[in-house]
């Protein structure tokens, strides 16, 4: 039996930009959340889906409190080519979104993480 824990909804999104230049990247990313679970069972995907209105790629991803997303996103980095990521949250959800994108012309919208 699994003990009941409180988590979160958060959004992970690979930018179109990003996807546009490694387009191989959405395959790797799906790899390694699913080799995630595997490690810590209490982090799951709920949910795949393109975003059409912005080319994004996202995955709703229900986050245990006691893990840091940013300690999951650092060791992406270490699998996909150059990027970086920033939180940011919208008015339609009040989830966390945090978004991977190329490394040029993003400081301007880097949130503190």
């Known amino acids: 039996m699994e003990s009941e824990t409180t988590s979160t909804m958060t959004e992970l999104r690979l930018s179109y930009r990003y996807i546009k230049a490694h387009p191989w990247v959405v ?3 799906n790899g390694f959340l699913s080799a995630y679970f595997m490690e810590q ?6 949910r795949h889906f393109d ?3 912005s080319g ?5 991803c229900d986050v ?3 893990m ?3 300690t999951l996103l650092r060791r992406l980095q270490s699998d996909i080519p150059p990027c970086r990521y920033h939180l940011t949250t919208t008015a339609q959800t009040d989830r966390p979104q945090y978004v991977i994108d ?3 012309d993003i400081s ?3 949130t503190s993480a």
């Open 64 to 66: 245990p409190n006691t």
């Open 51 to 53: 975003e059409l209105e």
């Open 102 to 104: 190329s490394m040029d």
């Open 41 to 46: 069972p209490s982090f799951r995907v709920q």
């Open 27 to 29: 395959t790797a990313v």
């Open 108 to 110: 301007d919208r880097t």
């Open 68 to 70: 840091k997303m940013t």
């Open 56 to 60: 994004m790629h996202v995955w709703v």
